[in-house]
């Protein structure tokens, strides 16, 4: 299967500070890529939709000039966390589609553990 | 609104003892339902991906059938290392992104 990759894998930030996450295919080119928030022991809740090339589309309640997103080419997508709060605090995680297979399976990253202190 | 419910919310297997997990969903169009096996910590590892009613699909000791309203993830004879959360996504006609259940915590206990 296809291997996406995130780095940092964990980061600890101070409040009000800002934080990138990246996300990278590493086998294949993601036209579309997708950012989940995960907070313990629930499901996954998608944020946005990253386009290569044009502006992501965030779901209802996301704060867009918070999290910002940017695919700057078909391997990576980077989201970065600004003016962070404690609230921010959980489990990122991203993940791509590869068309090249002719399917819909989504491939997700490793996750990055987010912690605001 | 598309809606996707795992059940149990927990299961404890002993080892050897085969069982099912359940999801259930409603949505406008079905473009394809998912299969994922999440660990503690880690990203949400593929399983299986099924188009229409009817399909199955094998992987080791693990079996994925779809109707038209639910699918089954089939246990066969569990290991330890078989203990994760499993979670069912869907793919809504005209949407690229899944919709997620809440997942099933399997333990699975030598």
């Known amino acids: 299967g296809a291997v996406v990759s995130q780095h940092p894998s964990w980061v600890i930030c101070k409040s009000g500070t800002s934080v990138k996450i990246e996300c990278r295919s590493l086998?294949?080119?993601?036209?579309?890529m997708f950012w989940y928030r995960q907070f313990p022991k629930q499901s996954l809740m998608l944020m946005a939709t990253s386009n290569e090339g044009s502006k992501a589309t965030y779901e209802q309640g996301v704060e867009k000039d918070k999290f910002l997103i940017n695919h700057a080419s078909l391997t990576l997508s980077t989201l970065t966390v600004t003016s962070a709060h404690p609230e921010d605090s959980s489990f990122y995680i991203c993940?791509?589609?590869?068309w090249g297979e002719g399917s819909y399976e989504q491939y997700f990253g490793p996750g990055t553990r987010l912690t605001v202190t | 609104e598309d809606q996707v419910t795992q059940s149990p919310e927990a299961l404890r297997l002993q080892e050897g003892e085969s069982s099912s997990l359940n999801c259930s969903y409603t949505?406008?169009?079905?473009?394809?339902l998912f299969w994922y096996r999440q660990d503690p910590g880690k990203g949400p590892e593929f399983l299986f991906t099924?188009?229409?009613a009817g399909e199955e699909k094998e992987k080791e000791r693990l079996k994925a059938t779809l109707t038209k309203k639910e699918s089954f993830l089939h246990i066969t004879a569990p290991k330890p290392e078989d203990s994760a959360t499993y979670l069912c996504a869907v793919q809504p006609a005209g949407r690229r992104a899944l919709t997620f259940g809440s997942g099933t915590r399997l333990q699975v206990q030598p």
């Open positions: 993940s791509a589609r590869d």
């Open positions: 086998d294949f080119q993601a036209t579309t």
């Open positions: 949505v406008s169009g079905l473009r394809g």
């Open positions: 099924l188009y229409s």
